[in-house]
Nanobody, 126 residues
Framework: QVQLGESGGGSVQAGGSLRLSCVVS????????MGWFRQAPRKEREGVAA????????DYADSVKGRFTISQDNAKNTVYLQMNSLKPEDAAVYYCAAGWETGGTCKRIANQFRYWGQGILVTVSS
């Protein structure tokens, strides 16, 4: 089993920054694809960013390109989502997700992720 623990959420004004962290524990060797998803009230879940642990390739939603950065620290079994220039429309519950990908890349496709965190709230005020 794999457990995911998110931290770093909170409230920020538009234009501000937050960094989300996701610590991976348990059978960490069984996952090589990490992602961040979000869901705002009355909206569908959206894949925000993903990273392939094997080579570090990344995938971003168009809505966050240039503002958000996903990264990993393998020594700490931690994945980060640095969020800059936050907008009110970025407000949502953010979920960390983990899975195993055999294709060498990792995409923001929810059904490719087997393990999910509890979610963490990000609020952006205008």
């Amino acid at each position: 089993q794999v457990q995911l623990g998110e931290s770093g959420g909170g409230s920020v004004q538009a234009g501000g920054s937050l960094r989300l962290s996701c610590v991976v524990s348990g059978y960490t060797y069984s996952v090589n694809c990490m992602g961040w998803f979000r869901q705002a009230p009355r909206k569908e879940r959206e894949g925000v960013a993903a990273i392939y642990s094997g080579g570090g390739s990344t995938d971003y939603a168009d809505s966050v390109k240039g503002r958000f950065t996903i990264s990993q620290d393998n020594a700490k079994n931690t994945v980060y989502l640095q969020m800059n220039s936050l907008k009110p429309e970025d407000a949502a519950v953010y979920y960390c997700a983990a899975g195993w990908e055999t294709g060498g890349t990792c995409k923001r496709i929810a059904n490719q992720f087997r393990y999910w965190g509890q979610g963490i709230l990000v609020t952006v005020s205008s």
